[in-house]
């Protein structure tokens, strides 16, 4: 069973400080590895994805691949209560959908 | 609109009904895929579309369910025979598609599924 784990928090940070949502997947296979923000009653949206080892910057969002470790974080810097919402890890699966974690809730307290 | 539309966004009927729900791809995405989300819970894979190519419909959780996607576009998921525990928010996404799941998907904003 491929899985995908994430901290169900609830990660509580204070307004312009750095968030880090951390994710781990089972699947050494894997290629593609995707951050999704919901807001509660809200569908999924795309935030960043990322498919090589190291960083990649988008705005106040990083994401950071480990494939060694099979480890996928997400920094958010200048946290802002907007960001307030449940971050879904995903990752490609083998037949073309993605697997998701259950998601991290996080609060940015003003 | 340029995004995923789904319809309706919300659905109400009694146990033993059957239930379509729609999805209507962003216009040039090859892949399509249902997922359904229960509350709390991540998000479960249903069935993937690629093109005019036969489902992957492994994900589909009984044979009660069904999918069909008519010219390449617009997709409906059929549930037969509505149980209580088909109540979740039933989500398509769509991606340009190449075979593989590298590209981003972008999801609709659900069909919320109530069985009484």
């Known amino acids: 069973q491929k899985e995908v784990e994430q901290n169900s928090g609830p990660l509580s940070v204070p307004e312009g400080a750095i968030a880090s949502l951390n994710c781990t997947y089972s699947?050494?296979?894997?290629?593609?590895f995707f951050w999704y923000r919901q807001y509660s009653g809200k569908s999924p949206e795309l935030i960043m994805f990322?498919?090589?080892?190291g960083d990649k910057e988008d705005g106040r969002f990083t994401a950071q691949l480990n494939k060694a470790s099979q480890y996928v974080s997400l920094l958010i810097r200048d946290s802002q209560p907007s960001d307030s919402a449940t971050y879904l890890c995903?990752?490609?699966?083998?037949?073309?959908?993605?697997?998701f974690g259950k998601g991290t809730k996080l609060s940015v307290k003003p | 609109g340029a995004g995923v539309s789904q319809s309706p966004s919300n659905k109400v009927t009694e146990k033993g009904k059957d239930v379509e729900l729609r999805c209507d791809p962003i216009?040039?995405?090859?892949?399509l895929y249902w997922y359904r989300q229960s509350l709390g819970q991540g998000l479960e894979f249903l069935i993937y579309?690629?093109?005019?190519?036969?489902?992957?419909k492994s994900g589909l959780p009984s044979d009660r369910f069904s999918a069909e996607r008519t010219g390449g576009s617009v997709s409906t998921l059929t549930i037969q025979r509505t149980q209580q525990e088909d109540s979740a928010v039933y989500l398509c996404?769509?991606?340009?598609?190449?075979?593989?799941?590298?590209?981003?998907?972008?999801f609709g904003d659900g069909t919320r599924l109530s069985i009484l």
């Open positions: 996404a769509s991606s340009l598609g190449s075979g593989t799941s590298n590209q981003p998907q972008h």
């Open positions: 699947d050494r296979g894997s290629q593609s």
């Open positions: 990322i498919y090589s080892n």
């Open positions: 995903a990752v490609s699966g083998s037949q073309g959908n993605l697997i």
């Open positions: 216009s040039g995405h090859t892949a």
């Open positions: 579309f690629q093109g005019n190519s036969a489902p992957d």
